[in-house]
RNA sequence: GCGGAUGUGGCGGAAUUGGCAGACGCGCUAGACUUAGGAUCUAGUGGGUAUCCGUGCAGGUUCAAGUCCUGUCAUCCGCACCA
């Protein structure tokens, strides 16, 4: 007997399927269609890992599957080609990012066809050439153009001594990854996309999507909606301080106001006489590292700013201090301290000896009302006309009586801020404005789209945006006016380019636009993503907000890019940590693969892990999966050897029932991703078809059973199940034929065992029809156990049909 | 600190959603075949000096709990004083 070699027949297949244009998508098709699709990946320098494999091979489980379910699927791959490794390994090495990232590319396609995954290579993209980021480009343009992408200050980590931005990423403990310099923000124009316009509906739609329930929460949590009030303060000797409270009812028993130290109004609130202490707070509070600063257990700190405003409720002239506890970008940046009944303004109010008045008492016996007091079961109390009434009670009398008298409003608020987008670096696309020293921001026109990445650049880290020591880039005409103006010298944070991908899939090779509405409304939303839970709140809310976004402006026609969402679990290092380089832990796929071959490899990642865990990576089961392969080829061998011996009378009862459950069973798993209990019960299978073939056996029940068996089996092993497809002479390719359908004629089973349960113990079994009735049980258990029941009184005899008998019995008195 | 998730044999993991815990596989033990075995096949395999105990721990609900509730511990992930 000859045992196929599998990573021989993969190449003959692989290059069988190409030739043959198997995964060619077909757009005439009048099958329903299924967008199936991966995370794109980012091209890195090493092969593909671990981690691509099971997000990729297991996803193709999922597209071959779907396919022979009868749907016209639509599974294609491309890059997410921009960002910043690529460019620090170009600081470090000297090789430009775009023919490192082309290189990688180039090795990463050949390696994901080795795999046998059965992308269209034809929809292709790749997001670092100006093919795509002319419309990534484009995308910019439109948001513009509809007010959603403007100008504003935001902060930046920067390093004084490379002085350079750092990405969070580059901030180690507070220091420059690079020389250890402690890290500050610094201030700079930017620009952001208004995410929050559509904070709402991005939460709204939450309720519709098939994801998973925790990725919605972190989704809506990130959000952040929260329902209070605004309300106004004077400054005295003029201006305006607005706040943001959820706790409108505690306003007679706030004592200060406390503005964020990077809030734009804190140097006109300060006066001359603590001008200094001011100053260096702000200084204190930009050095502070943002995990420093946001620690609990860090001390409160803050610093008088000389004014006082006046508390809109009772008149009440009350202290501005500045602190780093209140954030700029939530809220209005200004909070009303309540230290009686705010835990921070407690501790704040305590340290610098500001007033703690209670407002609200404990409404029952049982609460402990000690300062500060932070529950919502209270009434209020030193209220004046407001005293008595409930926490809730009062947020809205006390807003009301506001709103009446022009000093505040109901308001809501959410946690969620705008998108900032510039990024400081070259190997991004070119954010397309024009600075005109006449007209201002100027956008560049759609028909000079892209603007170019220029390839000559100087990109070591000295302070400058590297597209700005580009004199040819920078340097250009002002669209409008036609003088000299120079570029905005910025990129695109890379999340732009892969919040529309999946837009552009469809339609990739379209040079008169981004897509094609008429294509993608048909083709899209996706119907299942599959990609790693890191992106729930970043990657997966930006997509959200483009495909709403352009949907308002006209360019497709759904509310949501991604009806249903799978994450795949993350797979581990054997010592159980994170794959890295650093670690020294990462596995390579590539000797498993030469070994034993591509589908083994993926058949194990399907079989050894609960796909949506993951776990620490143990070879042990890899064998194994090779191992049952060749007990399939065996199996696939014996039969259709003409040796064995027939026997059309035997009993297939058994076999058929194992069929016909494995069928439904594999069919169900699949569909949800379940991969290892798809194979256990292939495995099953597979038992059943030894047993049965013992001896004598009906050969014509065993070869349908087997081409049953290769017929699930092949969305898991497509290179083995294609080959012994053919060893059955079953047409090419096994991937055009139907997955199998299941009889419920041979699911129905005659006799059902029971456990028999005393006082929920389990005693003995029993065999009974089916289709017995409750009451047939009853009398059947009472008869056949008397033995148990003598002496005892039967409290409650609990029969399930189906299921189970439960006897709750006790000793007669 | 807050939030989320997870916790089941020596190991990876199942468990129809409240109904026989440990499917399937690895590993291990014994045996068969064999010149040989990292091949194949067969049997056994949660623990226990056996009417018992067992799903991190302690309670609770229920005829019945891995599953629901309360508390608690541990690990991992996310977020960062959210007013």
Redesign the pocket.
């Known amino acids: 007997m000859i045992v196929l070699n599998l990573p021989e027949i993969e190449k003959k297949w692989q290059k069988k399927w190409a030739d043959t244009g198997l995964y060619k998508f077909d757009k005439n098709s009048d099958k329903p269609k299924k967008y199936v699709l991966e995370m794109f990946s980012y091209p890195s320098g090493a092969n593909l890992h671990v981690g691509h494999w099971y997000n990729y091979g297991l996803t193709d489980v999922y597209a071959r599957y779907s396919r022979m379910k009868g749907f016209n699927v639509f599974h294609p791959m491309g890059f997410d080609a921009f960002g910043l490794p690529a460019e620090n390994y170009a600081i470090k090495t000297g090789i430009h990012p775009k023919d490192s990232t082309l290189k990688n590319i180039e090795t990463m396609e050949r390696q994901l066809k080795e795999m046998g995954a059965s992308f269209d290579w034809d929809y292709e993209i790749k997001t670092c050439l100006p093919d795509y980021y002319k419309w990534t480009q484009w995308c910019f343009v439109q948001l513009y153009k509809r007010g959603l992408a403007y100008r504003a200050n935001a902060p930046v980590n920067w390093c004084p001594k490379c002085n350079t931005v750092l990405a969070n990423e580059q901030v180690v403990d507070g220091c420059c990854e690079r020389c250890g310099t402690p890290v500050i923000r610094k201030h700079l124009t930017q620009w952001f996309f208004k995410i929050t316009d559509y904070a709402e509906e991005l939460l709204d739609g939450l309720d519709k999507l098939d994801w998973p329930?925790?990725t919605k929460?972190?989704q809506k949590?990130?959000i952040?909606k929260?329902t209070?009030s605004e309300i106004k303060f004077q400054v005295v000797g003029g201006g305006e301080l607005s706040?943001?409270?959820?706790?409108a009812d505690t306003l007679y028993g706030c004592t200060y106001v406390?503005i964020?130290p990077e809030h734009e109004l804190v140097d006109s609130l300060t006066t001359p006489e603590q001008k200094k202490a001011v100053e260096e707070y702000k200084l204190y509070a930009a050095k502070a590292s943002?995990?420093d600063?946001?620690?609990?257990?860090?001390e409160?700190?803050g610093v008088f700013t000389g004014s006082y405003a006046i508390n809109p409720i009772n008149g009440r002239k009350i202290p501005i201090w500045a602190?780093?506890?209140?954030?700029?970008?939530?809220?209005?940046?200004?909070?009303?301290a309540?230290p009686s009944h705010?835990?921070?303004d407690f501790?704040f109010a305590t340290k610098y000896g500001l007033p703690i008045e209670r407002v609200v008492e404990k409404l029952r016996e049982d609460q402990d009302d000690t300062l500060p007091f932070v529950e919502y079961d209270g009434k209020l109390v030193n209220s004046e006309g407001f005293n008595g009434l409930t926490v809730t009670e009062g947020k809205k009398a006390i807003t009301e009586y506001l709103e009446k008298n022009g000093k505040g409003n109901f308001k809501t608020?959410y946690?969620l801020r705008d998108w900032l987008i510039s990024r400081q670096r070259y190997w991004g696309a070119p954010i397309p404005i024009i600075h005109c020293p006449k007209c201002g921001d100027v956008v560049v026109p759609e028909e000079d789209l892209p603007v170019e990445l220029p390839y000559d650049v100087d990109f070591t880290p000295d302070g400058t945006s590297p597209l700005a020591k580009h004199e040819g880039f920078m340097n250009c005409k002002c669209p409008k006016c036609g003088g000299d103006a120079k570029r905005d010298p910025d990129t695109m944070d890379t999340f732009v380019c892969s919040s529309w991908y999946f837009l552009r899939y469809p339609d990739n090779r379209d040079s008169e636009k981004a897509w094609d509405p008429e294509i993608i409304n048909r083709m899209l939303p996706v119907d299942k993503y599959v990609g790693g839970?890191?992106h729930?709140?970043m990657h997966l809310l930006y997509a959200r907000f483009f495909t709403k976004a352009f949907r308002d402006m006209g360019y497709l026609n759904f509310d949501e890019p991604f009806t249903s969402l799978v994450h795949q679990g993350t797979i581990l290092g054997p010592d159980g940590e994170?794959m890295s380089k650093s670690r020294g832990n990462v596995v390579s796929p590539d000797e498993y693969i030469s070994k034993y071959g591509s589908d083994a490899f993926r058949m194990y990642l399907g079989?050894?892990?609960?796909y949506i865990?993951?776990?620490?990576w143990?070879d042990?089961?890899i064998?194994?999966?090779s191992?049952?392969l060749?007990?399939v080829e065996?199996l696939v061998d014996k039969v259709y050897s003409g040796k064995d011996e027939n026997d059309p009378s035997k009993d297939s009862k058994e076999l058929l029932f194992i069929k016909n459950r494995t069928i439904k069973a594999v069919d169900g798993d699949l569909d949800t991703f379940?991969f290892?209990?798809a194979?256990?019960r292939l495995?099953?299978f597979?038992?059943a078809l030894?047993?049965y073939t013992e001896g004598s056996y009906d050969i014509e029940v065993a070869k349908d059973c087997i081409r049953t068996l290769l017929l699930l089996l092949a969305p898991i092993a497509p290179h083995f199940s294609e080959e012994l497809w053919e060893r059955t002479g079953g047409e090419y390719s096994i991937f055009n034929q139907d997955f199998p359908k299941f009889d419920e004629k041979h699911l129905v089973m005659d006799e059902i065992?029971?456990?028999l349960?005393v006082?929920?113990?389990?005693k003995d079994?029993f065999a009974l029809p089916a289709d017995y009735s409750e009451e047939q049980i009853r009398e059947y258990v009472l008869d056949k156990y008397s033995d148990i029941f003598e002496g005892m009184e039967i409290v409650?005899l609990?029969i399930?049909p189906k299921?189970?008998v439960?006897a709750?019995i006790r000793p007669k008195k």
Request: net charge positive; proline share 2%; charged share 30%.
């Open positions: 329930e925790k929460l972190m949590n990130w952040g929260s209070g706040v943001f409270t959820t706790r406390v964020s943002e995990i600063r946001l620690s609990t257990t860090r409160k700190t602190a780093d506890y209140v954030l700029a970008s939530y809220g209005t940046g200004v909070v009303m309540v705010d835990e921070r501790e608020t946690r839970a890191e729930a709140c994170k079989f050894g892990f609960a865990e993951g776990g620490p143990n042990g089961g064998r194994s999966i191992k049952y060749d007990r065996r379940s290892n209990t194979i256990a495995m099953e597979t038992n030894y047993r065992t029971y456990p349960q006082n929920g113990k389990l079994r409650k609990i399930v299921r189970i439960n709750v």
